[in-house]
């Protein structure tokens, strides 16, 4: 090879340049498809690495989760995990012990640091938003509610509408020919008046008039700590349903306030020869375990992993300054089940 071919072989890789008039000169690029190695000596050295706080929400019950917390607590941790915070649950902090007051653990939350408090009120009772904020020093306080019922306050939080469920229940029985409705109850919680107004709503929509609703109040005998919450519940829908098949004999279509209640009322029923989807159609409402789908009970559940995931990113929200009163409403979905079906009917099953 020449001088001459070599010079233009170079020119080609990119390696020399040729200028016209001037010569040929090294470019000081290298050959395509290869890196530059960087060196950093004493007079450019590493830019040092700073770490970024994590930011920590933490997570307030007035109790051990349980399953219906368990899930709105992960559909919370899940979105929090999305934007690199962490949840602190109080139940895991030894200050913040769930036995204390609500506002008190909040207060104990924030001052250890953390950015804001999700409080998780679905099923708390004798709960109030006002002492919780009065605690922690107004409203102002970077506090997220999850409850089970409209708040009339100026607060964050997500809900599941119970009005809304309600009215669900009682136009599906309508729907489905169940024209004689009745409510049961064992609870005097903001949220079961709430599907009660749902249920009367329904029954005047479809009606045209405010007809009398039977409604099964069972709040004059309060509940026994020494028995389990599933024993106590199912035990007062057997009461309910010897009640209502009683008083109101022409009762054909049954919401009741929750599922254990409402299978104590179809084991009651059929103790007297009556059955659920034949002779009458009942709605209950969680639909959490296997109860409801064992029992072929047509059943609302609550939206609870997105009640979380609202929840959650409110609290995302508050952190970076935006307001401080918003709120997201999420309805409950309807399961249909032989209880409510005429042409099938719990009878025809197993």
Request: charged share 20%; hydrophobic share 40%; net charge negative.
């Amino acid at each position: 090879m020449t001088i001459e071919q070599a010079v233009k072989r170079l020119i080609g890789e990119g390696i020399l340049r040729a200028e016209n008039g001037r010569g040929t000169f090294v470019t000081g690029v290298p050959p395509t498809g290869q890196k530059q190695a960087h060196s950093y000596g004493p007079s450019e050295p590493l830019a040092p690495t700073v770490p970024q706080l994590t930011q920590r929400i933490g997570i307030v019950l007035n109790h051990l989760p349980n399953s219906w917390e368990e899930i709105v607590l992960h559909g919370a941790e899940s979105v929090f995990s999305k934007h690199g915070i962490i949840a602190i649950p109080s139940w895991r902090i030894g200050n913040a012990h769930v036995d204390l007051p609500v506002g008190e653990q909040s207060v104990r939350m924030l001052s250890d640091g953390c950015s804001a408090v999700l409080v998780l009120a679905v099923a708390m009772s004798n709960f109030s938003i006002n002492d919780v904020f009065r605690e922690v020093g107004g409203m102002d306080a970077p506090l997220v509610f999850v409850t089970s019922f409209d708040v009339d306050q100026p607060i964050c939080y997500s809900h599941y509408s119970s009005h809304d469920a309600g009215f669900q229940a009682a136009s599906h029985l309508l729907a489905k020919g169940w024209d004689r409705l009745a409510y049961v109850t064992h609870y005097g919680e903001p949220w079961s008046l709430d599907r009660l107004r749902g249920v009367r709503l329904a029954v005047e929509s479809r009606s045209g008039s405010r007809d009398e609703l039977p409604v099964v109040d069972l709040n004059y005998q309060p509940f026994d700590p020494t028995i389990h919450a599933h024993q106590f519940y199912y035990a007062r829908g057997v009461e309910a349903g010897r009640l209502l098949f009683e008083r109101w004999p022409g009762v054909n279509g049954i919401v009741a306030a929750n599922d254990l209640l409402a299978i104590g009322i179809m084991d009651a029923a059929a103790a007297a020869g009556q059955v659920a989807g034949r002779d009458f159609g009942i709605v209950g409402f969680d639909d959490v375990d296997n109860k409801a789908r064992d029992h072929g009970l047509t059943s609302l559940r609550p939206p609870l992993a997105e009640l979380g995931e609202e929840a959650a990113m409110l609290c995302v929200d508050l952190v970076h300054g935006k307001p401080k009163s918003r709120s997201v409403s999420l309805l409950s979905h309807i399961t249909i089940r032989e209880s409510t079906c005429k042409d099938i009917g719990c009878a025809s099953i197993g």
